[in-house]
């Protein structure tokens, strides 16, 4: 009788990067400091947002799920997003911006483009799930004809 096949997976990124929770969980408050003090995004997150605890617990979640693959995140981002008035890609860009310059305070360098990548990769898929909830969509370009 043959023996049982063992599969070994080897460990999620952010863990091989040395991500773990309590990183996680500073990254997520000190990015959300810098969002409630800042000029553009502050007023949308506060009008949005009345008490910040579940809020925060949801984000550090979400990372966790994204960065160390616990699955504890459960939501749907984009019916939320799409909710809010106003909301456009330059508040994306900027919310980039700040959450670069968080990471990269936090985490070691390997770590912290891991962050990045992830949190761009998911700005554009929210941005443009956004856009086409709303009707956006994007210029259609000319067919590709064979010569």
Do not use: N
């Amino acid at each position: 009788m043959p023996e049982p096949r063992v599969i070994v997976r080897p460990p999620p990124p952010g863990v091989q990067l040395g991500i773990d929770e309590d990183m996680i969980r500073t990254v997520v408050h000190m990015f959300y400091d810098r969002i409630r003090a800042d000029d553009i995004l502050g007023p949308i997150f506060g009008s949005q947002i009345s008490d910040w605890e579940p809020h925060l617990a949801k984000m550090c979640d979400f990372w966790s799920s994204v960065l160390l693959m616990t699955k504890r995140y459960d939501g749907r981002p984009v019916p939320v997003h799409t909710k809010i008035p106003g909301l456009d890609h330059e508040h994306f860009a900027h919310w980039l911006t700040l959450f670069r310059a968080t990471v990269r305070e936090i985490a070691p360098p390997d770590a912290a483009e891991l962050f990045i990548d992830r949190a761009e990769r998911i700005a554009q898929s929210l941005q443009l799930s956004i856009d086409f909830t709303r009707g956006v969509l994007p210029p259609l370009k000319a067919p590709i004809r064979a010569g």
